[in-house]
């Protein structure tokens, strides 16, 4: 009962910033004056209110009755003619004064709202997706009584798919050459974690692939405010490796080792002899997310995962020092 009260106050809260948002992000000359008669306001709230209605269909409904049941093919057609009426309602509904005087076809307020929407609608599809995915993971953890090995198997961050999507955003509104290369990237991770990642062993090809693009969409969100670098060294041909087993180490880099005040680095090194893989994660100390703190939950899953799967096949070593923190991790892949 206590959890159920738990998520319903999750819901509730979740809804109420999700609304929230148009009126927080309002530009301050709408603040002042005018704030709830203003018409593109106005349309802002509704949009964000079927963007909301949206989600829940999506999780309650549309997830485990086509989704989860293999119905691919009808999930992505309605969510496509949801994109489309959601692009439609409100232009029908409401006409901003930047239409009337541009004397802008519908077709071209169409196109225009589809923009402006598109990585909104995207969000809360993949949101919704990513929370269902994750839910139903916990479930089987609980009957399957294997916390530890499903664990860390659903984790895409929130935060790190917001910012990315945010990112791409941006890109997508300078018109950058880079926005197609980022939405394959993560698409990719997606497909990993939503078809291969519950399998025992993957292709380490596919492994280190995972973690390049996590690299590389943390490159796109973070510029130059931390310096960067990624080395792979040695052969991945015909090896297997437990799918999502590294990167809770270079997620951990990224997550307490970066501020844009402070000089961030961050050294990410792949190496594959034979049948050992070494990776190597160095990151300096940042004060806005010291390492020693809430750092802890991330890598004692990931000790657990290795203890279960990789017994007495794997040497891990973190020297926490007082400016660098480094992981060492040696696995036998054979």
């Known amino acids: 009962m206590l959890v159920q009260r738990r998520q319903l106050l999750l819901y509730v809260a979740g809804t109420l910033a999700f609304l ?24 802002e709230t509704f949009d964000y209110t079927l963007l909301v209605l949206f989600f829940y ?46 004397r802008l076809s519908f077709g071209e307020i169409f196109f225009e709202n589809l923009r402006h929407n598109f990585f909104n609608f995207l969000a809360v599809v993949l949101f919704s997706l990513f929370l269902r995915i994750s839910n139903r993971w916990r479930m089987a953890e609980k009957e399957k009584l294997v916390t530890q090995l499903s664990y860390l198997k659903g984790q895409i961050n929130p935060h790190f798919l917001f910012n990315t999507l945010n990112s791409i955003y941006y890109l997508s509104l300078e018109k950058s050459s880079r926005a197609p ?27 280190i692939s995972y973690t390049t693009n996590f690299i590389e969409l943390q490159k796109l969100r973070l510029g130059s405010t931390a310096a960067l670098s990624y ?42 002899e034979k ?43 973190i020297s926490d020092q007082q400016n660098d923190y480094i992981v060492t991790l040696k696995l036998n892949l054979s």
């Open 181 to 207: 290369d980022a939405i394959i990237r993560l698409s990719n991770m997606m497909r990993f974690v939503i078809a291969e990642a519950n399998d025992n062993f993957v292709d380490l090809a596919k492994e």
């Open 57 to 102: 269909l999506n999780y309650f409904f549309l997830i485990p009755k086509l989704y989860f049941n293999q119905k691919i093919g009808l999930y992505v057609l309605i969510c496509f003619a949801g994109l489309l009426v959601f692009t439609t309602v409100s232009p029908a509904l409401f006409r901003l004064p930047l239409w009337t005087e541009h």
């Open 231 to 272: 080395t792979i060294t040695g052969t991945t041909v015909e090896k297997k490796i437990a799918p999502l087993i590294l990167i809770p180490f270079v997620e951990n880099a990224f997550k307490h080792g970066v501020n844009p005040e402070e000089l961030s680095s961050i050294n990410v090194n792949i190496d594959i």
């Open 20 to 43: 929230a948002m148009p009126v927080l992000f309002a530009p301050s000359h709408l603040r002042s004056h005018h704030l709830f008669s203003d018409p593109f306001l106005k349309k």
């Open 275 to 317: 049948n050992q893989l070494t990776l190597t994660v160095e990151n300096k100390k940042v004060h806005r997310h010291p390492t020693h703190l809430k750092s802890g939950l991330g890598i004692a899953n990931a000790k657990k995962r290795l203890e279960l799967i990789y017994p007495n096949k794997y040497d891990l070593r």
